[in-house]
């Protein structure tokens, strides 16, 4: 019987060691992604005090049509880098949480670059 790699254990692997070379701070916070099937979220959270800045995502209720796609990822990283800046927040360290940089990872990257930070 052949058996197949979990890619989710795999991916969990990959950011618990990143998570340990990179941290957010009170004046560099981390933006951290989670990427589901049907959604995407993004957070900017100072590790230092353990609080979240900053959230946006899909699940919002003033979020429609499809959470899955590009345009959706690019709509959330705009979303929140105008919600950073409205907190004074202009540079951030990006944690990918394992993610491969590509598809609606990259898309909300470029979405945050577009609308203002700098990572």
Same mark, same amino acid.
């Given at each position: 019987?052949?058996?197949?790699?979990?890619?989710?254990?795999?991916?969990?692997?990959?950011?618990?060691?990143?998570?340990?070379?990179?941290?957010?701070?009170?004046?560099?916070?981390?933006?951290?992604?989670?990427?589901?099937?049907?959604?995407?979220?993004?957070?900017?959270?100072? /590790?230092? *005090? $353990?609080?979240?800045?900053?959230?946006?995502?899909?699940?919002? @209720? %003033?979020?429609?049509?499809? +959470? &899955?796609? =590009?345009?959706?990822?690019?709509?959330?990283?705009?979303?929140?880098?105008?919600?950073?800046?409205?907190?004074?927040?202009?540079?951030?360290?990006? /944690?990918? *949480? $394992?993610?491969?940089?590509?598809?609606?990872?990259?898309?909300? @990257? %470029?979405?945050?670059?577009? +609308? &203002?930070? =700098?990572?």
């Amino acid at each position: 019987m052949v058996s197949r790699k979990d890619s989710n254990k795999q991916r969990l692997k990959r950011r618990k060691r990143v998570r340990g070379k990179i941290s957010g701070t009170a004046q560099k916070p981390r933006l951290c992604v989670y990427r589901s099937l049907a959604n995407i979220s993004a957070q900017i959270i100072d /590790d230092e *005090s $353990g609080r979240t800045l900053v959230s946006a995502s899909t699940y919002e @209720a %003033e979020f429609t049509g499809n +959470g &899955g796609n =590009k345009e959706a990822a690019k709509i959330v990283g705009k979303k929140i880098a105008e919600r950073a800046a409205d907190k004074g927040i202009t540079e951030v360290v990006f /944690d990918r *949480s $394992g993610y491969i940089y590509h598809g609606r990872v990259q898309e909300l @990257a %470029e979405g945050a670059r577009e +609308g &203002g930070l =700098k990572f």
